[in-house]
């Protein structure tokens, strides 16, 4: 039984299908599996696709919010992502010279009257949405075993 009523994530493996998971975030359900050719059966979105939902969804709220602030005439925002491996010597201006490293390409449409100065603040301040900062820095996940199902 899926139980995370103090808006922790709460992740079931579900045994109907081989990658299939049923997620809970407080009141909310959510599905994640893997797409056919990966081994699974398509089910809910990937785990990486979360990755850039809250990637996505942290950017345009922390642009929305700032142009609130500013009462500046934004009228939408559209964030488009897309995750893929790169070999590091391929990248330029990244330190990891060996193997693959992670990428992520984000595009931002921004809607409304918006002048040139202010379209070019609001790109600056998608790198301040909290997801984007977390996911630029160092992460330290503390793993522990937990009491066995019964």
């Known amino acids: 039984m899926l139980s995370s009523d103090d808006r922790g994530v709460v992740t079931v ?3 109907d299908q081989r990658f299939a998971q049923d997620i809970g975030v407080g009141v909310h359900r959510l599905r994640a599996d893997e797409p056919v050719p990966d ?6 979105p990937s785990p990486y696709d979360y990755l850039l939902v809250a990637l996505g969804s942290c950017t345009s709220m922390t642009i929305k919010l700032y142009a609130e602030r500013k009462a500046w005439p934004l009228a939408g925002v559209v964030v488009r992502l897309r995750h893929g491996k790169v070999h590091a010597a391929d990248c330029a201006d990244c330190e990891t010279r060996v193997g693959k ?3 992520i390409e984000r595009e931002i449409e921004l809607g409304g009257p ?4 202010q379209r070019a603040r609001l790109l600056e301040i998608a790198d301040h949405c909290p997801v984007h900062r977390t996911l630029t820095s160092e992460v330290k996940i503390v793993t522990r075993l937990a009491e066995p199902l019964t």
Request: proline share 0%; hydrophobic share 25%; net charge negative.
């Open 114 to 117: 918006l002048t040139a100065e």
């Open 101 to 103: 490293i992670d990428r």
């Open 13 to 15: 493996d579900s045994t």
């Open 39 to 44: 081994g699974g059966a398509d089910s809910g």
